[in-house]
């Protein structure tokens, strides 16, 4: 928890920055330009994003992260509004000022694409190839997204049995859903408002001719 730090620019967790930056903006699978990359104001400016549908089974909860909303600042935390939490039986977020959640448990919940999967992801994604190809350095993909939820979803989440990732066709949103004895099915529909902080991933090696990624690297707030 010591480790925990909240800024408008970054999320510190476990030893790791993530982005906050026009986080609202942001879904996994987003493609987009990394601006001001070294910067203190380093963002991805969203300009494309893999179908949902191709995300199916390659998205999973990684960690969780208990924040001392006490010792956090509340300009800080709510940089880009307030706290769009997921609860029990609760359709879509409920929005939470710093006040709620340093009174209410909130805790930020990660999910994210391995690494080896998401570069699967990519080749089979011709647009996706040819975009990264084309913007260079500065192109980025979102593979990883912290969301808000109560302690009591938290806790329904680590214990429920089932889980799994769906999505439509199209345009359709990325749903995450949990079942258990206690409350059913839980469902946290993912969408840029719902986005606290992210990771991104960026090309590290292409094959000749740039047809295809041999090697991707994770990218965190801070590096180039």
Known sequence: MSDTEITKHFFKAN???YFRGKAFDIELGCLGQKKDP????????????????????KVHRTTEVKVDWAKQRAAEVEANGKLNVFGINVKGTTAMSYEQARG???????????????????NDTPAALKYLASEGQ???IVSSVWVATTYELYEYI???GAKS????????????????S???AQTLTFSPKTTFAYGMHKVKDWNKGKSQIDDLEDDNKGMG
Request: no cysteine; proline share 1%; charged share 25%.
């Open 38 to 57: 070294a910067g203190a104001n380093a963002y991805l400016a969203v300009e494309d994003r893999i179908r949902r549908s191709q995300l199916r089974g």
């Open 138 to 140: 500065d192109a980025r």
């Open 158 to 160: 680590k214990q429920s």
């Open 104 to 122: 209410g448990k909130v805790v930020l919940v990660n999910f994210a694409i391995d690494e080896r999967p998401l570069k699967t992801l990519l």
């Open 182 to 184: 206690s409350h059913g």
């Open 15 to 17: 030893g790791i920055k």
């Open 165 to 180: 990732v769906s999505a439509d066709a199209g345009d359709a949103a990325l749903e995450f859903t949990v079942t258990g």
